[in-house]
């Protein structure tokens, strides 16, 4: 079965950072679309970063500038830098997987992404 494990949420000061990491397990990641979301409560899944096997990456212009969308495909380990943290940014964020097209990066919509984490809280206050 295929799993992803998110983890390096937890509670900020608005300016300060934090690394999430993603664990993926059942499968080789390089090949598939990856990408990091955020849900606020009561609110809708939106995209936040995702990276293809050629490490092209795009961003919600939310974030852009400050968060950094990465991976280790020998560690099957996706990452997200988050500097210069806003309150705005309080969340639960997940990893998800899905397939690796440039259309579904380009898109970082949810409803293309197949395989989802269990979400990691951040907060900035």
């Known amino acids: 079965d295929v799993q992803l494990v998110e983890s390096g949420g937890g509670s900020v000061l608005p300016g300060g950072s934090l690394r999430l990491s993603c664990y993926v397990s059942?499968?080789?990641?390089?090949?598939?679309?990856l990408g990091w979301f955020r849900q606020l409560p009561g609110k809708g899944r939106e995209g936040v970063a995702t990276?293809?096997?050629?490490?092209?990456?795009t961003y919600a212009d939310s974030v852009k500038g400050r968060f950094t969308i990465s991976k280790d495909n020998a560690k099957n380990t996706l990452y997200l830098q988050m500097n210069s943290l806003k309150p705005e940014d309080t969340a639960i964020y997940y990893c998800?997987?899905?397939?690796?097209?440039?259309?579904?990066?380009?898109?970082?919509?949810?409803?293309?992404?197949?395989?989802w984490g269990q979400g990691t809280q951040v907060t900035v206050s």
């Open positions: 998800g997987l899905g397939p690796g097209d440039l259309t579904v990066a380009r898109s970082l919509r949810p409803l293309y992404f197949s395989h």
């Open positions: 059942g499968l080789s990641f390089s090949r598939f679309c």
């Open positions: 990276i293809l096997r050629d490490d092209s990456t």
